[in-house]
């Protein structure tokens, strides 16, 4: 039922939890196949967790199915998913992929994965032609098996720590079961395609940004170089407190930059490491500082954003392999004329062009990184120089349109230009 001209039908899209505040760039594409005709049933494996939500999930008019977070807290759903998932004909199908995949991971999470996938088959509308997962472990495990045992096709969009922390055969065998896969890298597509029996149903989608939603900001005036007491250099960085984003390493390479630079650090961005993260930052006298801001929503990040004098991102492959794609943050930061310093992981470096439109260095390498820090505070020429040529480049070629394009004809949605002819 897609792309191969059967027309749209109600998709239910798998994910691992919403509304999520570090997931915008799904939250984005849900609402823009919505208003391309997509009749979408967002399905969700947690309950939400952030304090707070963005304004496109507020625009999302999509229905939300929560599935049992863990089974013993809604064992009578799950008991009834059985009784009824067990008559379906793609229930032996679908029991024997699991047990499979079982015998080769024997943990709780295959098990609820499966208990998850019971309790879809047995409650998902039967309007809904096609599941598509969000993310290729957990949300794609649930979606593989509940589509299986309904006789459906499911797709999947892949990003980043699911691309690199699961094994190679469960990435293969997923890759085989579905329909068509997309990814938001080239890197991720080139390894995605060297597993998939069919190597072009792996395609490259870049999020983009919704650039309505970050119309260009107004020039900075009055432009700090580091040296006046009362007027700090604002750094920014928007990611999550987890090892890939590096923060440990941003904290060291702080503490290496001359005492008489006048800085500020602004972090926004919830995750489980920002109390150790506050307590190193204490330990290397940064406290002053670094201005902690936890999770935010969009307009604030927005205005993060504008007050800021540059962006700094010290993403690495953490110990289990995680590692960042593509980080929306960035093309945020750059639609906003703010100069880049990242580290030079494959993805990254898709976007930012090291010494044109910002700075990248080598993934954990204190020095260099501090040495692009103390340039971009001390050159705010540099810093407008490098601002403006990423927000003309994020402008020109990381428009989001082009993605939701080829996820629409993906879906067997009517292009626009057809559509209005």
């Keep these: 039922m897609t792309a191969a001209g059967l027309g749209p039908g109600r998709v239910a899209f798998v994910l691992k939890g919403y509304p999520r505040l570090s997931e915008t760039f799904i939250a984005q594409e849900i609402r823009a196949l919505e208003q391309r005709g997509l009749n979408i049933l967002i399905v969700s494996l947690r309950h939400p967790t952030d304090p707070a939500t963005h304004p496109v999930h507020q625009q999302i008019k999509a229905p939300v199915l929560y599935l049992p977070e863990y089974l013993k807290d809604e064992p009578r759903r799950v008991w009834r998913g059985w009784r009824l998932a067990r008559r379906m004909a793609g ?40 599941l598509h997962a969000h993310f290729l472990h957990t949300p794609a495990s649930v979606a593989r098996y509940a589509a299986a045992m309904r006789g459906l096709d499911w797709s999947v969009s892949a990003h980043a720590k699911d691309i690199w922390t699961i094994p190679d055969w469960e990435k293969r065998e997923k890759l085989a079961a579905a329909r068509w896969a997309v990814t938001c890298t080239e890197t991720g597509r080139a390894h995605l395609a060297r597993l998939m029996p069919a190597p072009e149903k792996v395609m490259l989608s870049y999020h983009g940004l919704d ?7 107004a020039a900075r005036v009055g432009a700090s170089d580091g040296s006046d007491p009362a007027r700090p250099v604002a ?64 307009p604030a990040v927005l205005q993060a954003y504008r007050e800021a004098d540059f962006f700094v991102l010290a993403a690495k492959v953490a110990k289990d392999g995680d590692r960042d794609g593509l980080p929306n943050v960035l093309l945020e930061a750059q639609s906003q004329g703010l100069a880049c310093v990242a580290t030079a992981l494959p993805g990254i470096a898709e976007l930012i062009e090291d010494g044109r439109t910002g700075l990248l260095v080598a993934p954990e390498q204190p020095e260099p990184l501090a040495a692009a820090l ?29 993605g939701i394009d080829l996820l629409a004809d993906r879906f067997g949605l009517t292009p626009l230009r057809a559509a209005a002819e």
């Design 235 to 298: 750094l920014l960085s928007v990611g999550r407190a987890v090892a890939k984003k590096g923060y440990d390493d941003l904290l060291a390479i702080l503490a290496l930059l001359p005492r008489e630079l006048v800085w500020r650090l602004v972090h926004i961005g919830g995750g489980a490491l920002t109390g150790k993260l506050k307590r190193e930052a204490a330990r290397l006298g940064l406290s002053e500082r670094i201005d902690w801001r936890g999770a935010q929503p969009q």
């Design 374 to 402: 103390e340039m971009l505070i001390r050159r705010p020429e540099l810093r407008s120089q490098l601002g403006a040529a990423g927000e003309a480049r994020v402008r020109r070629e990381f428009d989001m349109h082009a």
């Design 91 to 130: 229930y032996g199908a679908a029991r024997r992929a699991w047990l499979k995949d079982l015998l080769r991971d024997p943990t709780p999470n295959r098990i609820r994965r499966f208990g998850q996938a019971l309790v879809l088959a047995a409650e998902l509308p039967a309007d809904i032609g096609q």
């Design 211 to 217: 650039l309505d939603r970050f119309a260009p900001a």
